[in-house]
């Protein structure tokens, strides 16, 4: 078997692969085409869901991070402070995809690195891969190499789908008038959306070498071009008294309705898609990663390669249900002509913003929660253990 990606969902399939069959674990190739650590451009944010399932997987978050306890949201027109507890931790990716793709190794996943994959094609019962320095062959492979998947593009579905867009830049916190790094707490501003940007700019904070940085981005779904990316980039920056000379851009595959799966093709993380709304992936990675790793046993098992199993898992189980809800919100939210509503919603009752931030983390299972179950928390004033200070003084 072959995993093409090491990142979060590649490794996250490797490692629930070990766990589950140490024989076929043997047999797993995890091919990347950098070495880490390798330089990734993303936010880095670990919500507790993740650390749910890294704590299922075995790994401990042993990176250098920083813990949010608070959030400020601007919406038009007001700006919502959510205190809370242990929101996200913020993460370089280059540490933490290495950290989860050296103990990939370490469980006794062969890792691959400096190996571009170039093509596959179908070839008997399997599929040639095969890299700018060997060919390799497997009768599964599956495709964890992001955005521009090209396992998606050559043996699933050639469609792009929804691919949103970010801009993003870290500047030393001393050098702003930015006091979330002190205050540990995330920044997300949705201003831009009645200027027609479907999207938000943020701010988290982190560390580089030690030294606390602010990193700041802005994120938004099509239609959008590189400048008005760039424009809200630098009116943020103007805004937190600082400035850049040079950022990162980078697309973002959002979630959409379609085939994960092909006859011995699996696709996890941004292959498959991340949220619409946030752009949020890793936890999605991580997710996909623990459900390719129970199909493969499953058909390992049982011969049945087509993966309607993992596919079926996807779209009906939690993390299903969660990306529609968020398709709905992306809709309401970013909408030209909802966008005052949904906002305006979003405002009114602080105990539905505790019950919303809750299921959103992931946190004590409020994600697998309905929406019959998370109203009658709401009416009943049972909100999150963890914010029942939030909740108790709506």
């Known amino acids: 078997m072959i995993i093409v990606g090491s990142g979060p969902a590649g490794a996250a399939t490797a490692l629930g692969l070990a766990a589950h069959d140490p024989v076929l674990a043997r047999d797993v190739l995890l091919l990347d085409k950098a070495v880490h650590p390798r330089d990734k451009t993303c936010a880095g944010g670990v919500i507790p869901k993740s650390l749910a399932v890294l704590d299922g997987l075995g790994v401990t978050l042993d990176v250098p991070q920083v813990r949010i306890d608070r959030a400020s949201i601007d919406i038009p027109g007001r700006r919502l402070d959510v205190p809370g ?3 996200c931790r913020v993460v370089r990716r280059c540490e933490f995809d290495a950290l989860l793709a050296w103990t990939a190794r370490a469980r006794g996943i062969d890792l691959r690195e400096g190996h571009r994959v170039t093509r596959l094609v179908r070839d008997g019962d399997g599929i040639r ?5 060997a060919t390799f062959w497997a009768p599964v492979v599956v495709g964890a190499d992001g955005s521009g998947s090209l ?3 050559a ?3 050639q469609s792009e789908g929804l691919v949103g867009r970010a801009v993003m830049v870290d500047v030393p916190a001393a050098s702003t ?5 002190a205050r ?3 920044d997300f501003d949705f201003r831009c959306v009645p200027g027609g940007v479907r999207g938000y700019r943020w701010v988290f904070p982190n560390l580089l070498d030690g030294v606390p940085h602010a990193n700041v981005g802005v994120y938004a779904l099509p239609p959008v071009n590189g400048a008005v990316l760039q424009r809200e980039l630098h009116t943020l920056l103007n805004e937190l008294g600082t400035t850049a000379r040079t950022w990162k851009a980078f697309p973002i595959r959002t979630a959409v309705p379609g085939p994960l799966v092909a006859p011995g093709v699996l696709l996890v993380g941004d292959a498959a898609g991340c949220d619409p709304l946030m752009g949020e992936g890793i936890s999605f990675a991580l997710e996909y990663g623990v459900l390719a790793a129970e199909a493969v046993t499953h058909a390992r098992r049982g011969g049945d390669r087509s993966f309607r199993r993992y596919q079926h898992a996807v779209d009906h189980g939690p993390i299903g249900r969660k990306l529609r809800r968020l398709r709905l919100a992306t809709r309401l939210f970013y909408g030209r002509r909802t966008w005052p509503a949904a906002f305006a919603a979003a405002a009114r009752s602080r105990r539905a913003q505790a019950i919303g931030l809750a299921w959103y983390n992931g946190v004590d299972q409020w994600d697998e929660r309905g929406v019959l179950a998370m109203g009658a928390a709401w009416l009943t004033r049972r909100g ?3 914010q029942e200070d939030v909740v108790a003084g709506a």
């Open 177 to 181: 008038n930015w006091d979330g790094h």
């Open 155 to 157: 043996l699933v579905d």
């Open 384 to 386: 999150p253990r963890w």
């Open 151 to 153: 396992v998606r593009r």
């Open 85 to 87: 507890r242990d929101l």
């Open 184 to 186: 540990q707490r995330y």
């Open 129 to 133: 891969v095969e890299t700018d320095r």
